[in-house]
């Protein structure tokens, strides 16, 4: 059961269009990431935070932006969308740091840009 | 460094068999080893993970071995079933804890 909630699941955009995608968890969960996912790769993660008001970028470079107002919302945005962008992401959340602390993930939104 | 990698990329197993899927990695500081199972439309979800103090780590059907001085880990699945038709990611996790992933490994199970 999913606790962590991710809108829209699937957006086709057109270039040049701002974009958010929303993430929001119940769990008050402090950290929270975004990644991105593409077929037969990786996950790279794209931003992450540590708690209200703290926001890191992650090791793959990345044109969006997010912010951490509240403890249970991190959006991540796109100022000008291209077709690069075109991606998988999913956004994460957990508890805390470290061992036996896993990552809950949603379903994902999948971004098409045209 | 930071890479782990992932084999093989597909798996196709009969139904009863064992689906055996390795990783490697070269950063010895990596010292948390996660199995994550995606399933198709949903995001991953943590499957059993070890620490490098350990050789072997059981839950359930699911098994993690794990070398160290190779720098290798496997997760072995006995009696494979189509319900664990998914794809498998292995991880490992640096001294801030961010996880660096494997590739993935899509496995199919057949009836």
């Known amino acids: 059961e999913a606790d962590i909630y991710q809108t829209p699941r699937y957006l086709v955009i057109g270039t040049g269009k701002k974009i958010t995608l929303e993430c929001s968890q119940t769990?008050?969960?402090?950290?929270m990431y975004w990644y991105q996912q593409d077929p037969g790769m990786e996950l790279h993660l794209i931003h992450y935070?540590?708690?209200?008001?703290?926001?890191e970028k992650g090791d793959l470079s990345s044109e969006s932006t997010v912010s951490r107002i509240r403890t249970e919302h991190f959006p991540l945005t796109l100022e000008s969308a291209r077709p690069s962008h075109t991606s998988q992401y999913l956004c994460?959340?957990?508890?805390?740091?470290?061992?036996?602390?896993?990552?809950?993930f949603g379903n994902g939104t999948r971004l098409t840009v045209t | 460094q930071q890479q782990v990698k992932q084999s093989p990329q597909s798996l196709i197993v009969q139904k009863g068999g064992i689906s055996i899927i390795n990783c490697a990695y070269e950063?010895?500081?990596?010292?948390?080893f996660p199995w994550y199972q995606q399933f198709p439309g949903k995001g991953p979800a943590l499957l059993i993970a070890?620490?490098?103090d350990v050789s072997e780590k059981k839950e359930g059907r699911f098994t993690i071995s794990f070398n160290k001085s190779a720098k290798q880990f496997s997760l072995h699945i006995m009696d494979s079933q189509p319900g664990d038709s998914a794809t498998y990611f292995c991880?490992?996790?640096?001294?801030?804890?961010?996880?660096?992933w494997g590739a993935g490994t899509k496995l199919i199970i057949k009836p």
């Open positions: 994460a959340s957990s508890p805390h740091g470290g061992f036996n602390s896993p990552l809950h």
């Open positions: 769990m008050g969960h402090d950290k």
């Open positions: 935070s540590y708690g209200v008001n703290s926001t």
């Open positions: 950063n010895t500081a990596f010292d948390y």
């Open positions: 070890i620490r490098p």
């Open positions: 991880a490992a996790s640096n001294s801030n804890y961010q996880l660096i």
